[in-house]
Structure formats: structure tokens, C-alpha cells
């Protein structure tokens, strides 16, 4: 069974940075993409951004600028540092194994989820 690790959510207030953690096996993590996903209350879950093994990347219009997302092969992990961030950008964030970098189509394999809070 495949297992995501996720870490790094909290409350901040607008303009504040965080950083989130995900950590997977490295047979996961060696030939997938990764991609972070949100989800707010009473919306649909959204891409974030996603990133390929060889470090190809691809983010959604509303993070461009202030999110980033990286990898550490030696940790199995990656990363989504996220900066200035927006009441808007309050959701549970989401990794995911399998992530399509063009499509932003989700893989089967989630994490349980990390909640963001953005207070204004």
C-alpha cells in the first residue's frame, strides 16, 4: 500500500509564508510526478501544481509567482513552499502520486490531507 506522509499545515495571516511536506516511498517517488491539490469548503478539489521527476513543473494561474513546488530525491519528499499567501488560498491541501504535468490529471494514490488556514 502506497502511503503519503504530509506535514507543514497551519494558520497564518495574509502575507505569511508556509511550507508543506510530503514524503512517500522511493519506488513512488523515483518514477511519478508529484502534485499538491486543494480543496475549500463547498468547493471542488483543484490543482495546485505538480512537479516531474526530472523537475518539470507546472502550476495553476492563481498560485503562479508565490507558490513553489520542489523535490529532494535523497528525502523521497516534496515540497510546496508557499508565500504571500491569501485568505483564498484557506483549503486542505492534498499530495498526490501520479500527477500529470500538462493536464494536472490526479494520480490514484492521496495523502490524507493538511489543513491551510489564512486569516486576513
Known amino acids: 500500500q502506497v502511503q503519503l506522509v504530509e506535514s507543514g499545515g497551519g494558520l497564518v495571516q495574509a502575507g505569511g509564508s508556509l511550507r508543506l511536506s510530503c514524503a512517500t516511498s522511493r519506488s513512488m517517488f523515483s518514477i511519478n510526478a508529484m502534485g499538491w491539490y486543494r480543496q475549500a469548503p463547498g468547493k471542488q478539489r483543484e490543482p495546485v501544481a505538480v512537479?516531474?521527476?526530472?523537475?518539470?513543473?507546472n502550476y495553476a494561474d492563481s498560485v503562479k509567482g508565490r507558490f513553489t513546488i520542489s523535490r529532494d530525491s535523497a528525502k523521497n519528499t516534496v515540497y510546496l513552499q508557499m508565500n504571500n499567501l491569501k485568505p483564498e488560498d484557506t483549503a486542505v491541501y492534498y499530495c498526490?502520486?501520479?500527477?500529470?504535468?500538462?493536464?494536472?490529471?490526479?494520480?490514484?494514490?492521496w495523502g490524507p490531507g493538511t489543513q491551510v488556514t489564512v486569516s486576513s
Open positions: 498526490n502520486v501520479g500527477s500529470v504535468v500538462k493536464t494536472f490529471n490526479p494520480g490514484y494514490y
Open positions: 512537479i516531474t521527476p526530472g523537475g518539470s513543473t
